[in-house]
T-cell receptor, first 113, second 113 residues
Framework: EDQVTQSPEALRLQEGESSSLNCSYT??????LFWYRQDPGKGPEFLFT???AGEEKEKERLKATLTKKESFLHITAPKPEDSATYLC??????????????FGQGTILTVHP | KAGVTQTPRYLIKTRGQQVTLSCSPI?????VSWYQQTPGQGLQFLFE???????NKGNFPGRFSGRQFSNSRSEMNVSTLELGDSALYLC????????????FGPGTRLTVT
């Protein structure tokens, strides 16, 4: 069974204080790893897809990296508007699992001005 | 381009009743997935529809069902509601079944009393 574990559960940062969020996963065959951002009362907003170990993607202050066992979401010089819950999900390459995303519990990020 | 829309946004029902939630995918997207989000279990996959056929199903009881129409719009139904069904129900659309990126709607907040 696919499993995704995110750490820490919550992270408080000062504006400009860079840090990283971790996503450890277990999957029989990885088709893709996804990062989403979710604001309170809203649906998850797609950020990145990573397909293979060694891959990196960037968007503004966010950079996602992938290894064979985990992914990191690096936040550089965060701003208060980066405060949200960040969700990691995996998609199994197995035929019967197509389309199904398995999510972690998320990391609640709070950035103080 | 309009995003995924879900109706209604909020719903209060009584135990034993049934409920129908609606989802309209992004224009051109033909696959719709449904997820349940609760504080305790996080985001869990319910099912995925493509070309009016259920392609994948999560581990939920038969009280949870869905369907997709020829215009790709989808509905999910929960019969004999239980208190534990209180959750945010999220719909996600993608271009085709098993596509890498899934884009989420704002969700329907269901409260069962």
């Amino acid at each position: 069974e696919d499993q995704v574990t995110q750490s820490p559960e919550a992270l408080r940062l000062q504006e400009g204080e860079s840090s990283s969020l971790n996503c450890s996963y277990t999957v029989s065959g990885l088709r893709g790893l996804f990062w989403y951002r979710q604001d309170p009362g809203k649906g998850p907003e797609f950020l990145f897809t990573l397909y293979s170990a060694g891959e990196e993607k960037e968007k503004e202050r966010l950079k996602a990296t992938l290894t064979k066992k985990e992914s990191f979401l690096h936040i550089t010089a965060p701003k208060p508007e980066d405060s949200a819950t960040y969700l990691c999900a995996v998609q199994n390459a197995g035929g019967t699992s197509y389309g199904k995303l398995t999510f972690g519990q998320g990391t609640i990020l709070t950035v103080h001005p | 381009k309009a995003g995924v829309t879900q109706t209604p946004r909020y719903l209060i029902k009584t135990r034993g009743q049934q409920v129908t939630l609606s989802c309209s995918p992004i224009s051109g997207h033909r696959s719709v997935s449904w997820y349940q989000q609760t504080p305790g279990q996080g985001l869990q996959f319910l099912f995925e529809y493509f070309s009016e056929t259920q392609r994948n199903k999560g581990n939920f009881p038969g009280r949870f069902s869905g369907r997709q129409f020829s215009n790709s719009r989808s509905e999910m139904n929960v019969s004999t509601l239980e208190l534990g069904d209180s959750a945010l129900y999220l719909c996600a659309s993608s271009l085709v079944v098993g596509a890498y990126e899934q884009y989420f709607g704002p969700g329907t907040r269901l409260t069962v009393t």
